[in-house]
């Protein structure tokens, strides 16, 4: 029986080889999953606000698209951004967004759930919806449109999108998306009205509906107090977490594209979270507390998801591999195991340790690609005053062995810009290149042969839920001035490269970062005036984004370079991670003195987390 296709799909199908590449618009890939309409009740979109090959590459899509899929009436589909080229065709044909397994735009879904992982791509998150054919403020938002739900690290400060969310989940997905898809039946069988489901949403732990509170705000421009609007909202929404990892769903069958993808490989997470506390990290401190997958369900989804999907690559992911409890039982396994199966392995956050070099030497063999360390800043000093656990002696010992295993490329990662930074610790980064090539010429004959070693510079931005959370930015100058610095003292070193990022992007990270409801207006009009893709470099408008500023009466200064009051209101206090407010600002007097926190494997440093949830 042949199948009757839509209008909508017959128009993709005729303007889809238009574009670049067609392969990230027409789904049908190997594990995909299309289910029966009869059996199907309720609709989910799943949208990702950037290209195809970055969404699928994105871990935890693929984990809500198990969890989700894995209940009988809930169909689950994929959504990603379309590139320009593609947009201009959808704009001009009439092509509304589309869900890439059934092809059923996505005004017809029940939810239209967006995942937010960084702050540049917030226009997106916009153009996504508009491209849905619906209203980007909430309240202007038909009773028969989906209800919108974010989630994903940027939404543990949602107030630059609550005017555009219906509802934000907090956290990790795979147990509340269950109990969010209970109360959407119920909704469907008794015919709750759209605000009748949001008041009873918000009574799910780790579900934040911003319509239910609204902020009064000092004549200053700071928050003055948060009023409930709804008596049954919660005061403070607690993330949610998963406790036991070997018994939450994990995708063995993952979706295989068609095309190449920026993480094309088999990818196994090991554990959540982070012990060391450097006091600019946000994951370090909201994926709290530490959790471990058990070595024998390591090895089961290693095994089950290589057989599904005929990668011949294999990932191992979390914030630190090296912090796994046993990690050298599991590599030496794990590399015998690829080994025998004709698979290839990557290990990425090691420690640099004997062992580690080992493994990669193992691993890497005669084909050696390059090494990465994180000392962050460029003196002992600095990294004492971030928290960062990392000496001299172990860069350069770690360079060391390097050399002798036979590595020539080392890339170096630094931050400019942060708290209690003096040009002393930038002329320190140029040091650290320079005696790691020191190193180099003293185990070469004074040679530096084929060297190749890379400073990459990020600049700071001040992140909600950290220490350094009330800290200013530095200025446009000031960082430019930084990046020269730097750059003069490499310079006269030939075999050393330099990169660092944009001042005018985190800029606006930072202004997006620690936003509150008040950005919102400038955000619809940067998207007004042609802003998309705002993380990539070529499509990025800096101008654009000063004039929607300047139109909408929103002062970006105000949000990212100045220094906020320690006893002030924050836009995201509603958003209760387990830590707790007193210990950032214990670390952060900790960090003004130079004083070192210890990793929380050695001892409770006392964070609160322990409070809410089991460590």
Request: glycine share 8%; net charge negative; aromatic share 10%.
């Amino acid at each position: 029986m042949f199948e009757v296709k839509s209008e909508l799909q017959k128009k993709i199908e005729k303007n889809v080889m238009r574009v670049e590449k067609p392969a990230r618009y027409i789904g049908g890939e190997l594990n995909s999953i299309v289910k029966s309409e009869e059996d199907v009740k309720m609709r989910v979109a799943f949208g990702f606000p950037d290209l195809y090959e970055i969404g699928m590459s994105n871990l935890g899509l693929q984990i809500l698209y198990k969890v989700l899929n894995g209940i009988d009436d809930v169909q689950c589909e994929r959504v990603y951004s379309p590139d320009l080229d593609f947009e201009k065709i959808m704009r001009e044909e009439n092509i509304p967004l589309y869900t890439m397994e059934t092809k059923t735009t996505v005004k017809e879904a029940d939810i239209f759930a967006i995942t937010v992982q960084y702050e540049m791509l917030v226009t997106n998150v916009l153009n996504m919806i508009d491209l849905a054919g619906m209203e980007l403020y909430a309240k202007n938002r038909k009773e028969s449109d989906p209800v919108i739900i974010m989630g994903g690290p940027c939404t543990y400060n949602p107030e630059p999108m609550a005017e555009i969310a219906d509802a934000f989940s907090i956290g990790e997905g795979e147990e509340v998306w269950v109990e969010i898809m209970d109360l959407c039946r119920e909704w469907k069988e008794k015919g709750y009205s759209k605000t009748e489901f949001l008041q009873k949403l918000c009574e799910i732990d780790g579900m934040y509906v911003p319509g239910f509170y609204e902020f009064e705000y000092n004549d200053d421009g700071t928050i003055r107090k948060i009023n409930k609007l709804y008596d049954r909202a919660p005061d403070i929404i607690n993330k949610r977490i998963v406790d036991n990892l070997d018994e939450a769903p994990y995708p063995t069958e993952p979706v295989v594209p068609f095309m190449s993808t920026v993480h094309d490989r088999a990818v196994v997470e090991i554990f959540r979270g982070c012990t060391r506390g450097c006091r600019f990290c946000q994951a370090g401190m909201i994926y709290r507390p530490i959790r471990e997958r058990s070595q024998e369900k390591i090895k089961e989804i290693t095994e089950k998801q290589l057989r599904a999907t005929g990668y011949e690559e294999l990932s191992i992911l979390s914030l630190s591999t090296g912090d796994y409890s046993e990690v050298e039982e599991l590599v030496t396994d794990l590399m015998k195991f690829c080994r025998d199966n004709d698979v290839s392995m990557s290990l990425p956050s090691l420690r640099l340790d004997s062992f580690s070099f080992k493994v990669m030497d193992e691993i890497q063999g005669y084909k050696k690609s390059g090494l990465t360390f994180a000392p962050e800043a460029g003196t002992q000093r600095l990294r004492n005053i971030i928290n960062k656990d990392i000496s001299d002696e172990e860069i350069y010992s770690a360079a060391r062995q390097a050399f002798e295993l036979g590595w020539n490329g080392i890339k170096l990662y630094f931050i400019a810009g942060l708290p209690g930074e003096t040009d002393e610790d930038l002329e320190g980064i140029a040091k650290i290149a320079r005696n790691i090539v020191e190193i180099y010429k003293e185990l070469h004959g004074g040679k530096t042969g084929r060297l190749n070693v890379t400073v990459s510079v990020s600049n700071f931005v001040p992140k909600p839920h950290t220490p350094f959370q009330w800290f200013p930015q530095n200025t446009d100058e000031e960082f430019d001035r930084k990046h020269q610095l730097i750059k003069e003292l490499i310079k006269p070193m030939k075999c050393v490269r330099l990169n660092y990022h944009d001042s005018t992007t985190s800029y606006l990270e930072g202004v997006l970062a620690r936003g509150d409801r008040r950005v919102t207006k400038a955000v619809v009009e940067a998207l007004k005036l042609g802003c998309k893709f705002d993380g990539w470099g070529e499509h990025f408008k800096y101008d654009k984004w000063m004039e929607a500023f300047r139109k909408t009466g929103v002062d970006p200064e105000f949000y990212a370079r100045r220094e906020w009051g320690y006893d002030e209101i924050l836009p995201w206090d509603l958003i209760g991670t387990g830590v707790e407010k007193e210990f950032y600002l214990r670390e952060l007097e900790k960090s003004k003195e130079g004083t070192v926190t210890k990793d929380c494997r050695k001892g409770c440093n006392g964070c609160g987390v322990n409070k809410i949830f089991r460590c």
